[in-house]
């Protein structure tokens, strides 16, 4: 019992001295809130952008404190260059922006809609913003929709009871939008500081061009985590009927770059472009035979290049996007065979072949295709596929018509296959891989690039020579990501150039495929779309 008074009785004190304790925290806490509520709500030292890198490269992390939409998009840094700062434009027109959304994408659309919002110029260069409801089901977003946009100036909404996809609704918000000039962007997309004259401009200067911005990346859509990216950015399709964004060659001099205003690109995305409904119907307008899936990008950017039009970057125009490094890729076997069909010419078949896909079109998809194309040729005379491959996409390989894996190859340690001078084969670095070598596989078991055949050499050694008939050195398979020569019955394989006249050189070459597994990386490879 004496135990049990003094443990009841340590209870207590320790009770009482809790309960003080608190008393004292809050009485701190009432005395000084207003001080600490200044010091969480001041803005805190932005950290410098170097704006004068070669690549215009910055990033900053809006900071937590920032706790309204409004706050954080003002606080998004002007990444533009000092001439596009100096350039002044004089605009006779204004735009239509159209943004599509559905269900919780709203949370994004209210981003993008704030940092257009969010410019000076809002009034002189938007006509009217239309907003389009793709189908949403959640009441409570329908509402929260609806009192939103009654904040919105010039806003106006087109409401889906059922979902069809980002084509159907652009192709709806299209027909009621009251402009000539028609912005389209998607919900998550932050427009930066003077996105939208350089756009407008472009499509005054030239009537026939479909008119991008520059795409930074937006790293979190919650702290809209800012990053500037390669100030020589253009959109470029793949051979899996894909679109990717890599830097272009071209017009690699800094002092270049900060001058030149636009940009020619091979393709577009659909994140963030602008253009003339007039000129968009003449080259046929939206595809309405696309299903959901994706694709339809790709055949408008086709369709832009070979009907008479363009697709050029307005270099002063910034926005950026959270899917930036993800290449887009339809997963809509129809849509693919559509693309393919319409516009890939003698290169359909390979086409198809090496994103996976059956060559054969139904028939019924056939007859669309043929009364489409009799349709466009009725608007426009068109080029064909090899006039785009090699005058406007001229840093994409093509593929030989018996290709079945094309692409840079690339081996399961992160390294790519690079010809070298001496006809090895190096493995450098992917991220290092300027002047891609791309190879390609054919139906007859050759693996070649530069019209030459990967050799395997007595020595072991892997090199490319002049491609020889019936030559068994010269013939590969490939299967479960193993390349195995047929001659040597060895597989290409991952390792350091055993000459010491080059130290540490990584390079191919012939090896035992039966390796260890914590070896089994060094012998799998894959092609790597270019």
């Not at 008074?5 to 309960?19: E, H, P, V």
């Not at 076997?333 to 059956?358: H, I, K």
């Not at 493995?427 to 190879?439: H, K, M, P, Q």
Request: with cysteine.
């Amino acid at each position: 019992m004496a135990r049990f008074a003094m443990f009841r009785g340590n209870m207590l004190l320790d009770t009482a001295l809790l309960a003080v304790l608190l008393v004292l925290m809050y009485a701190f806490f009432h005395q000084h809130r207003s001080r600490l509520a200044a010091s969480f709500s001041s803005r805190p030292t932005l950290p410098s952008l170097n704006l004068n890198s070669a690549d215009q490269r910055g990033m900053y992390a809006i900071p937590d404190t920032a706790k309204s939409i409004d706050t954080r998009i003002k606080l998004i840094p002007d990444l533009r260059s000092k001439a596009c700062k100096r350039f002044e434009y004089s605009l006779r027109e204004k735009a239509s922006i159209i943004i599509d959304f559905n269900d919780y994408q709203f949370y994004d659309l209210k981003n993008t809609v704030q940092s257009v919002l969010n410019q000076n110029s809002y009034d002189d260069t938007v006509d009217e913003m239309i907003v389009v409801d793709d189908g949403s089901t959640l009441e409570y977003i329908r509402q929260e929709l609806d009192r939103y946009l009654k904040t919105v100036p010039k806003a106006r909404l087109i409401r889906f009871k059922v979902q069809r996809g980002t084509l159907k609704a652009r192709m709806a918000a299209t027909k009621e939008a009251k402009t000539d000039v028609v912005v389209y962007l998607e919900a998550g997309v932050l427009c930066g500081h003077g996105w939208l004259e350089p756009l407008i401009d472009l499509l005054i200067k030239d009537r026939s061009v479909v008119a991008l911005p520059h795409y930074d990346r937006v790293h979190s859509p919650v702290s809209l985590e800012y990053l500037g990216t390669h100030g020589d950015l253009q959109a470029a399709p793949t051979w899996n009927f894909g679109i990717r964004m890599r830097a272009t060659a071209a017009a690699a001099d800094p002092t270049d770059r900060q001058q030149r205003f636009t940009l020619a690109s091979p393709a577009l995305r659909g994140s963030a472009f602008a253009l003339r409904r007039s000129f968009l119907d003449s080259i046929g307008s939206f595809d309405e035979d696309f299903e959901e899936g994706g694709g339809d990008i790709l055949e408008l950017s086709l369709r832009t290049w070979m009907c008479g039009g363009m697709i050029e970057t307005a270099t002063c125009s910034r926005v950026a996007i959270s899917n930036f490094d993800d290449q887009l890729k339809p997963f809509s076997q129809r849509n693919c065979q559509r693309t393919a069909g319409l516009w890939f010419g003698d290169l359909r078949e390979v086409s198809l072949r090496l994103a996976g896909l059956p060559a054969a079109i139904p028939a019924a998809d056939e007859a669309l295709i043929a009364a489409r194309l009799r349709y466009i040729a009725s608007l426009r005379q068109c080029r064909d596929v090899h006039w785009y491959w090699q005058t406007v996409a001229r840093e994409n390989f093509i593929p030989t018509q018996g290709a079945v894996k094309f692409g840079i190859l690339g081996s399961a340690t992160n390294r790519c296959a690079r010809l070298a001078n001496d006809s090895k084969v190096d493995l450098v670095d992917c991220a290092e891989v300027r002047n891609r070598t791309v190879f390609e596989l054919t139906n007859g078991g050759r693996l070649r690039a530069y019209n030459r055949c990967v050799t395997t050499e007595k020595t072991a050694y892997v090199v490319l020579r002049d491609c020889r008939d019936n030559d068994t050195q010269q013939l590969w398979t490939y299967k479960d990501k193993e390349l195995r020569n047929v001659w040597s019955n060895l597989c290409a394989t991952h390792v350091t150039d055993p000459d010491p006249g080059v130290a540490g050189r990584q390079i191919v070459m012939a090896q035992g495929c039966n390796a260890a597994s914590e070896r089994r990386a060094f012998l799998q490879w894959q092609f790597l779309w270019d």
